[in-house]
């Protein structure tokens, strides 16, 4: 390796490792107002960003020195198994949090345990004298590198998967509750997900340093990117400060017992038969029932399976009972009539969900 060149592909390496501690630094210290008042609620990810970023220190060696073999080998080690690792957690600690969903950390855990092994006794090895297990036994390095990239590569299409679930079920739901899921941004972080996981298995086969250095640039600038966009929430509830125009609804007060709120919402939607609409939203009846939308909104997930369950439920019901009291129509007619769109929704819709009983 040409000296001139060890120096350029550790400049590169600096140049990652410094752009992940500003990184690391903005995500922590600096929340855009007013957000800043609920930050578990806006960015429910941050300490994992902030961690994530953090690790970039792993690099040292091999910004210090880009000749070693140990040094080369922990930068490959990083920018395969561990960087793709980080984009899994990146997605599961944000939109897990948005969806309250826990439990990716036990299998994420059991994922990280062979990782961190080796990263953290390969980062040992490259600061400490003595053999190099990179020059050592540079098949066994190669054939560990792959491995643990192939494990974690399956956990983060997994994620990717999981957070294109999400995103198609509030964005293909017209009767949901869309501003607690930010499907935009979630459409987002998947292309750079995508784009990343090449990124990662191009620098790991071509397996030489001017193209791991063009790598870590590309990483630095789309960390940038990153860090940008997701200094403003993409999440739309209202602030608990704000207030809606008068008229139009009311919050529930503190301690007001969900037994009120599910009578309202029972009078508008079933009594007055509003899930009849076919374009009825969460706010149609946030502002017939005199109810906050993010109140609303609580009451349907806490109680009710959701926004689209309980309306679509309903109308699944109607159909049923429309065809009972008028034998002559057809399905076509009943579908229409119960606020479905078309009978290829209904179908969907009824194979779904289960009828809700409204005794």
Not at 37 to 53: D, H, L, M
Not at 245 to 250: A, D, Y
Not at 322 to 338: C, F, M, N, R
Request: glycine share 6%.
């Amino acid at each position: 390796m040409v000296i001139s060149g060890a120096y350029l592909f550790g400049l590169a390496a600096t140049v990652f490792i410094a752009v992940s501690l500003t990184i690391a630094a903005v995500r922590w210290f600096h929340l855009c107002r007013p957000y800043d008042r609920k930050p578990r609620y806006y960015y429910p990810g941050r300490p994992y960003v902030t961690g994530i970023y953090l690790n970039a220190l792993l690099l040292l060696p091999y910004a210090l020195h880009p000749e070693s073999a140990d040094a080369w080998y922990l930068a490959r080690l990083y920018f395969l198994p561990v960087t793709i690792f980080h984009f899994t957690i990146l997605q599961l600690s944000y939109f897990g949090g948005v969806m309250q969903w826990k439990k990716w950390q036990g299998p994420i855990l059991i994922v990280s345990l062979p990782v961190m092994i080796a990263m953290l006794a390969t980062f040992v090895l490259a600061v400490w004298p003595g053999e190099q297990v990179g020059s050592l036994s540079p098949a066994l390095s190669r054939a560990t590198l792959f491995v643990l990239g192939i494990i974690v590569t399956g956990a983060c299409i997994a994620a990717t998967a999981l957070v294109l679930s999400w995103a198609k079920r509030f964005d293909a739901d017209d009767f949901s509750n869309q501003a607690d899921f930010p499907v935009t941004s979630a459409r987002r972080w998947i292309v750079m997900v995508i784009v990343n996981l090449v990124l990662c298995w191009v620098g790991a086969i071509a397996a030489r340093p001017g193209v791991l250095a063009g790598v870590m640039l590309l990483f630095a600038a789309s960390s940038v990117l990153f860090i940008i966009t997701a200094l403003h929430p993409h999440r739309r509830e209202p602030l608990e400060e704000e207030v809606p125009e008068e008229g139009k609804s009311r919050r529930a007060p503190a301690g007001k017992k969900h037994q009120e709120i599910l009578q309202a919402v029972h009078q508008v939607v079933v009594e007055q038969e509003a899930y009849l609409d076919a374009h009825l939203t969460i706010q149609d009846v946030a502002d017939r029932s005199g109810y906050s939308r993010s109140a609303l909104s609580s009451l349907f997930k806490a109680e009710l399976g959701g926004f689209f369950s309980y309306v679509n439920g309903l109308r699944v019901q109607h159909v049923d009972a429309y065809l009972q009291e008028h034998p002559s129509a057809t399905l076509q007619e009943a579908v229409l009539e119960s606020g479905f769109n078309s009978r290829q929704v209904y179908y969907k819709v009824s194979k779904e969900l289960k009828p809700i009983n409204n005794q």
